[in-house]
């Protein structure tokens, strides 16, 4: 992909590198950021040579939400650019890992990105939180995700009130992955990356696929499904490179197939 004007993305040794970059902006989701980001996450999602995506931002803020001053004439929006919530959906639908490195405030639709990703890591700067009632408006990644992630009363205690929730806070109630010092964040989020790589890209894939696609259904049907996806590895050369290297007694070469 060329490198675009609001977004930078790069993919080096099996990992896609996505960084929002619009700082003078605080990172704000205008129409054309969303299409470069959309850009992005399907490259990460159909590119087999992807096996792991790291997701963070330039400047002081990771992303402060939608842009609320951008005025888009009437008729340009056709459905071709995904809305902010298609796009945290797509990412969460996309059975691949997601890393999120969190450089600064993680604001609305912000937010959604990382409360569906896959490994959040929080630099010690950072925070996460809808300040959306203080403009007297309502959000959709707020509710629909926090209160999931977190004790109901905790969750709505920050939502009601526009408050903050600061990087300590969001690893004591499992928000967060890991808090890290600032300048520390990319080389943490690029450990935990070289650390899920040494597992069979497809095996970790399918992990993510029954995990997600499990969440909100019955458990027997959960079952089953976690099943289909593990049986459909059964037969990639990954696998059986798995099993030859531990008869072995040798370090696997995954291939991604």
């Known amino acids: 992909m060329p490198v675009g004007e609001a977004v930078q993305y790069e993919v080096r040794k099996h990992i896609a590198y996505i960084t929002l970059d619009r700082p003078t902006k605080k990172n704000a989701l205008n129409r054309a950021m969303r299409k470069e980001v959309q850009d992005a996450f399907t490259d990460v999602r159909f590119n087999p040579d992807i096996w792991v995506a790291i997701l963070t931002g330039n400047g002081d803020t990771f992303c402060s939400g939608k842009d609320l001053f951008e005025k888009i004439p009437p008729g340009m929006e056709k459905g071709d650019v995904m809305s902010n919530d298609e796009l945290y959906l797509f990412l969460r639908n996309t059975f691949k890992p997601f890393i999120v490195a969190l450089n600064g405030p993680c604001l609305a ?121 593990a049986n459909r590895l059964l037969s990639s050369e990954d696998a059986r490179e798995g099993m030859l290297s531990f008869k072995e007694k040798r370090k696997p070469q995954w291939k991604g197939r």
């Open 109 to 229: 639709q912000g937010g959604g990105f990382a409360l569906n990703a896959d490994i959040v890591i929080m630099s010690e700067r950072a925070s996460i939180g809808w300040p959306q009632v203080k403009r007297g408006i309502s959000s959709v990644s707020g509710p629909c995700f926090l209160p999931h992630a977190i004790p109901w009363n905790i969750a709505m205690g920050c939502l009601m009130r526009g408050k903050f929730i600061d990087a300590q806070e969001a690893y004591r109630l499992g928000l967060a992955n890991e808090v890290v010092p600032h300048e520390k964040l990319m080389e943490s989020a690029e450990r935990w990356a070289a650390e899920i790589m040494e597992n069979a890209p497809l095996a970790v894939h399918a992990i993510k696929e029954a995990g997600r696609r499990g969440l909100e259904v019955p458990v027997d049907t959960r079952v089953y499904m976690a099943r289909d996806v």
